[in-house]
């Protein structure tokens, strides 16, 4: 019986640090793909396929871009846009040669400079991109309308 006091305590005190890990994430929402596009064949969903960091000639504009592919479907050319999008906060770093995102008191490194003659970095995994299907309901009229999307968030890792 002792044991299983023990084992239900520290299970308890598992769950809140894992709790409190995962709710230390910062999300910003930067895409919203509604699932009834005309582009998305019957039993096929959007994934993401890659993300990478843009910098502009002057070094003084970052840009998150985000590249789709939709699965369970062999035609290569359907499928959403890529998201191109600057996010406030996220900025290059001459000093440390580096992507950052600068929020709240807090700079998190997203991404350290490869040397070389191209600009090329290696992400630190602390910011990344994800998206998710998630259930809407639009309640601006008489009748509420319910509808599912594919939602894209830029995440950061509180470290």
């Known amino acids: 019986m002792k044991f299983l006091r023990y084992m239900l305590a520290f299970s308890i005190v598992g769950v809140f640090s894992f709790a409190r890990y995962a709710m230390a994430d910062s999300e910003i929402q930067i895409n919203s793909i509604p699932d009834d596009a005309s ?3 019957t039993d096929s969903h959007i994934s993401i396929w890659k993300t990478w960091y843009e910098l502009n000639d002057t070094k003084t ?3 998150q871009d985000v590249r789709y ?3 369970g479907d062999d035609d290569d050319e359907t499928g959403p846009g890529d998201t191109q999008v600057e996010i406030p906060g996220l900025v290059y770093d001459a000093g440390s040669n580096a992507i950052v995102y600068q929020a709240n008191g807090k ?7 490869v ?8 992400m630190t ?3 990344k991109v ?3 299907y998630v259930k809407h309901t639009d309640n601006s009229g008489f009748n509420p309308r319910k509808y599912e999307s594919y939602d894209v968030f830029f995440v950061v890792r509180d470290n």
């Open 39 to 41: 582009y998305l064949p």
């Open 69 to 71: 592919v939709v699965v």
């Open 125 to 127: 995994g602390l910011c």
């Open 61 to 63: 504009k970052v840009r």
């Open 130 to 132: 994800t998206g998710r």
């Open 107 to 113: 700079t998190t490194v997203c991404a350290n400079h």
């Open 115 to 122: 040397s070389g003659h191209l600009v090329w970095f290696n």
